[in-house]
């Protein structure tokens, strides 16, 4: 059975005795409105660990002053009911306040952040988003701290993110590792997002072309070509003109280093704004 904590002190004494237990412990966090992007990332954690937690919580210190923080999807009951499903030992869904005390301490001037390496925060979703990575990175290692998990699972649909947090965990020598959970789509390609719920169907028929620019790269590049100018010129020739291209990005996904060749292990991400929503795809050509 699934229960339901929104007080930390909960949640670290029931860690304390699976850990007396010596059971194996998995964190998902997530920002709930969960979808089967976010079960794929539960089902992994059942199959590497002996007790799931799943954090359900939208962070406001990583959302600017002109993002969704307000209107963000919030459906607990429903979420519940796919950990439930799922069998997740305990969601933790704390109030911002339980987080971050109640003197709205959401800045830097009276709040101790986690400030991650600048070189792979100054780009892609860090150059529109300031400060965003500082949230995540600050939540993310709260709730580690919290949890003390053995493995924490995220999805590679938030590849910077990713690369982030692994970084994260590498430079301040946490005791746990991450597991890297696969892109999961709708049948016609579109990465799922908390944030579809916002799209009309025109834009959402718009918001398609991100999925098709990226196959085709795969597809330019499979036969023969690298050069990631001509890569860029063959996307943009596929995405919709309605959208709003923030970028279309390679690097690294080793070094988090721009490439100008494709190598193996190259991140090729876009974001872009269909309508106002800004959407975040990527693939990763190994
Ligand atoms: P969010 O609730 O958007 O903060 O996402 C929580 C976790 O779910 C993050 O690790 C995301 O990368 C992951 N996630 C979101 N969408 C997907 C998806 N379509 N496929 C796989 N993982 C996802």
């Not at 995540?136 to 919290?146: D, G, H, M, S």
């Not at 070094?255 to 795809?281: H, M």
């Amino acid at each position: 059975m699934t229960i339901l904590l929104n007080k930390i002190n909960e949640v670290k004494n029931n860690i304390k005795q699976w850990k007396r237990e010596g059971l194996k412990i998995g964190l998902v966090p997530t920002m709930g409105a969960l979808h089967k992007g976010h079960e794929s990332l539960i089902k992994k954690a059942k199959e590497h660990c002996d007790k799931v937690v799943v954090s359900v919580f939208v962070n406001p210190i990583q959302f600017g002053p002109n993002e969704d923080y307000d209107k963000y999807p919030r459906t607990i009951e429903k979420d519940l009911d796919v950990c439930e499903k799922n069998g997740v030992d305990i969601v933790f869904s704390p109030s911002p306040s339980e987080m971050y005390g109640e003197n709205n301490r959401l800045s830097n001037t009276d709040l101790t952040f986690v400030c991650p390496a600048y070189n792979i925060v100054d780009c892609m979703c860090g150059k529109s988003r300031p400060g965003h990575f500082d949230g995540v990175a600050t939540v993310v290692l709260k709730l580690f701290n919290i949890v003390n998990p053995d493995f924490a699972f995220f999805g590679q649909k938030d590849a910077q993110q990713l690369f982030i947090l692994k970084k994260m965990v590498k430079d301040l020598n946490l005791d746990l590792t991450i597991i890297q959970c696969p892109i999961v789509r709708e049948d016609d390609g579109l990465a799922l997002s908390s944030r579809n719920t916002y799209l009309n169907t025109e834009e959402r028929k718009n918001a398609l072309t991100i999925n098709k620019a990226l196959k085709q790269i795969e597809k330019i590049y499979s036969t023969g070509v690298k050069d990631t100018k001509v890569l860029f010129d063959s996307a943009i020739a596929v995405l919709d003109k309605n959208l709003e291209l923030e970028y279309l990005e390679f690097r690294s996904f080793d070094t988090f280093e721009p490439v100008e060749e494709i190598q193996q292990n190259t991140l090729v991400a876009i974001a872009a704004k269909s309508g106002k929503t800004r959407l975040i795809d990527n693939i990763i050509i190994r």
